[in-house]
């Protein structure tokens, strides 16, 4: 994930979680899987809880509508 999405999560008092694809064995796998999900680019790929948001610009375009803490709180990585 790109730093400046994890400096914005993480500056919400959430702690994401990272998974860097070309370090880790299947990563090629779980980016063909993201690309049947329509990731594209497909890394980064944000997901929020289970729930897949997309590239940093659709995190962007969620903390600009002010839904991105909402949602943060609603899957539980977040709370006041």
Known sequence: ?????TTLVSGFGANPQIYELDQ????????GALVQLGCRPSVPAV?????????????????????????LMEAGAMWL
């Open 24 to 31: 880790i064995s299947n990563g090629s796998q779980i980016e």
């Open 1 to 5: 994930m790109s730093h400046s999405i």
């Open 47 to 71: 997901f929020i809880g289970q729930k897949l948001i997309g590239s940093e610009k659709q995190v962007m375009n969620l903390h600009l509508q002010n839904r991105l803490v909402p949602m």
